[in-house]
């Protein structure tokens, strides 16, 4: 009797990440380290991180009540619970090691080929009026003070003239970190809010388009696709980033990007410059102070009748307390500090302030669009943050 061949539980393979002019070209052992990481990932969040709820559950709790008289209130008594209990140690230090081991993985490998990947990208960037990059751009304290996600030298290090290997690393690892779940190009959340877009608003072609925090343009370059007659402006912080991204994006055929080098707080540009402003996941890694200057620049530079869409990390407002435990691992523990005010902010309300109109406000939920092309897998989990789901919020201005 013949019976259906059962889905694979498992990460999909490095080797069906997308690749393009510039992706790093990874030996037999490299694509193994990544194929380890993928799957030590997923079985982290699919397996591993169930006991943490059972050593709470059966012993950590019981423990906090006997010193404490009460068993344990929110997130930051859990965590007190749970910060001495052997499960929780051994999970949380399983989860660091792997993003070390990620970026150690990525790094030895673009760094073997860094002049290479370098004079990859200055080919294809040469002569380019879409590549605005400005060396004194300050990089500002929330930056220049960690590594974020354990990547030394953060976005915007370089090791030598022009160079691309931070860029090529945080591109060839992340498939491997979110186990595919944002697509074969790391795509997904551009292409949702491509999505998105054509039901809000059916037929709109914005003229001005504006990515705060682009980073390599993953999500850029889908929404330059669906409007391929708008100028959009990509804008980050990181030279190595924008060189690797306008350089990719040519790569691929894409023209209508110009990416910029300025700090998102304060841009050059008119008032009501733009008609869509977009960023993804990019608010956690900056600061309560920066957040507010952002959003008081993206209501500044919103034109009449446009619109502006974020994507974050789901808010904890209506979460429970365990799961919110979980999620504020990436605060203490992977270089994300400004994590944990990101998902306590309500963020209309920070809007409001920012001068926004409350009938102008919106939320939604954005999921990730993934490719066709991308194997299906079993089991696919988010990974307390690290999945293709977030929250969306914004405003529109009135015409």
Request: glycine share 8%; proline share 5%; net charge negative.
């Amino acid at each position: 009797m013949q019976t259906d061949t059962p889905k694979v539980d498992c990460a999909p393979a490095w080797t069906e990440a997308g690749t393009h002019a510039m992706s790093p070209l990874a030996t037999h052992d490299e694509i193994a380290r990544f194929n380890f990481l993928a799957n030590l990932n997923k079985y982290m969040a699919n397996v591993v991180v169930g006991g943490n709820k059972v050593a709470y559950d059966s012993r950590a709790k019981q423990a906090f009540r006997n010193t404490h008289g009460h068993e344990p209130q929110g997130r930051r008594e859990i965590r007190a619970a749970m910060s001495v209990d052997p499960y929780y140690q051994m999970w949380s230090a399983l989860r660091r090691n792997a993003m070390e081991m990620r970026q150690q993985a990525g790094r030895s490998m673009v760094l073997r080929q860094a002049e290479p990947l370098r004079d990859r990208a200055r080919s294809l960037n040469a002569g380019a009026k879409n590549l605005q990059l400005h060396p004194n751009t300050p990089v500002p304290r929330y930056q220049s003070a960690i590594d974020n996600h354990c990547m030394p030298g953060s976005y915007y290090a370089e090791y030598l003239a022009d160079d691309v290997s931070a860029a090529a690393n945080y591109d060839a690892g992340m498939f491997a970190t979110t186990t595919g779940l944002f697509g074969r190009y790391l795509d997904g959340a551009g292409r949702g809010i491509v999505e998105w877009l054509a039901r809000r608003r059916p037929g709109w072609q914005p003229a001005r388009i504006l990515d705060l925090g682009c980073g390599v343009g993953h999500n850029t370059v889908p929404i330059a696709k669906a409007f391929p007659q708008s100028r959009v402006v990509a804008v980050d912080l990181a030279a190595p980033m924008l060189r690797y991204g306008h350089a990719r994006a040519r790569g691929m055929d894409i023209e209508n990007i110009e990416f910029r080098q300025a700090n998102v707080e304060s841009l050059a540009d008119a008032d009501s410059a733009y008609d869509l402003i977009v960023s993804t996941m990019f608010f956690h890694e900056t600061s309560s102070r920066a957040l507010r200057n952002v959003l008081q620049e993206a209501a500044r530079l919103l034109a009449p009748g446009g619109l502006h869409l974020h994507l974050e990390q789901t808010p904890y407002h209506a979460m429970e307390p365990f799961e919110q435990f979980l999620r504020d691992w990436d605060c203490y523990y992977n270089n994300e500090p400004f994590w944990t005010t990101v998902h306590d902010t309500q963020m209309l309300d920070v809007m409001r302030q920012c001068g926004f109109a409350a009938d102008a406000l919106f939320e939604d939920e954005i999921h990730a669009v993934v490719d066709l092309q991308m194997p299906k897998v079993g089991a696919e989990v988010e990974d307390f943050g690290r999945g293709g789901m977030w929250y969306a919020f914004g405003a529109e201005r009135a015409a």
